[in-house]
């Protein structure tokens, strides 16, 4: 049975860093196989798993959408755009990477937004864990029909503004009616082994479940500087250490 976590949050509130962070915590545990799924079109996911892509669902979209003729006769189109997604998943050890890249030019994709939404559904069931790191607006997980959500991860800094914003993400989960189990809030880059007062305040007004913090880590400033996976972060990592320890509450 597959599990699926969802991080969201406001830009810069290092949510593609926990989203790194958690799949290095299952790779360690064993808990494999892991679909990684790059859902925000800004995000660099596969730059801190330490991975190359080269193509995104985004850009196997548009170009059946502008290049039906490249399709080979007799092909029906959802077996291409299979074969296309096959293509574009990033096969690592231990976990797969698939990129949602660009979102929809001018046009019409529903026909293949369809097909590429039923495949991915399929996709996900041959994982034990499904890891997506989301944009704030939720485009992604929007479009899903069949798609549920054990666990939504709010992140957020240690400003007000992005506790309101992880606020607002959650609100919209409930607009959009997705189909999501537990919901839950991450303060990431704590300087201090505490809350300042008046975040903690914030949470409690906005109605938001405080999952845990993640302390500053200098070592993960030096490898986003080197250019390096967060696989080279080590164990006793104060970051590595608090996101362990918050896996162990949601008890994956």
């Known amino acids: ?11 810069g509130t290092g949510k593609t860093t926990v989203s790194g962070l958690i799949i290095k915590y299952l790779l360690e545990k064993k808990m ?26 985004g850009g196997v979209r548009e170009d059946i959408t502008k290049n039906v003729g490249s399709i080979p006769p007799g092909m029906p189109k959802d077996a291409y755009l299979e074969l296309k997604v096959q293509e574009i998943l990033v096969e690592a050890n231990g976990f797969d990477l698939l990129v949602m890249g660009r979102p929809e030019g001018p046009g019409c994709y529903c026909y293949v937004n ?34 549920e959500v054990d666990h939504l991860l709010l992140v957020s800094d240690t ?72 696989f080279e972060l080590p164990d006793d990592s104060g970051a590595f250490r608090a996101i362990s320890n918050l896996m162990g509450e949601l008890k994956l």
Do not use: Q
């Open 32 to 57: 494999t196989p892991i679909l990684a799924v790059d859902a925000d079109a800004n995000s660099n996911l596969n730059e801190v798993l330490g991975v190359e892509v080269e193509n995104s669902i």
């Open 159 to 230: 400003s007000p503004r992005a506790i309101r914003a992880a606020a607002k993400i959650k609100d919209l989960a409930r607009e959009l009616e997705l189909k999501v189990k537990k919901t839950h809030l991450i303060i990431n880059r704590v300087p201090d082994i505490e809350l300042n007062p008046v975040l903690k305040h914030e949470i409690e007004r906005l109605n938001l479940e405080l999952l845990g913090i993640v302390p500053l880590d200098e070592r993960i400033l030096e490898i986003d500087l080197e250019k390096g996976p967060i």
């Open 114 to 147: 369809n097909i590429l939404r039923k495949y991915m559904d399929i996709l996900a069931k041959n994982y034990r864990y499904v890891i997506m790191d989301n944009e704030a607006g939720m485009e992604h997980l929007s479009r899903r029909t069949t798609y």
């Open 1 to 11: 049975m597959t599990s699926t976590i969802a991080v969201a949050g406001k830009g």
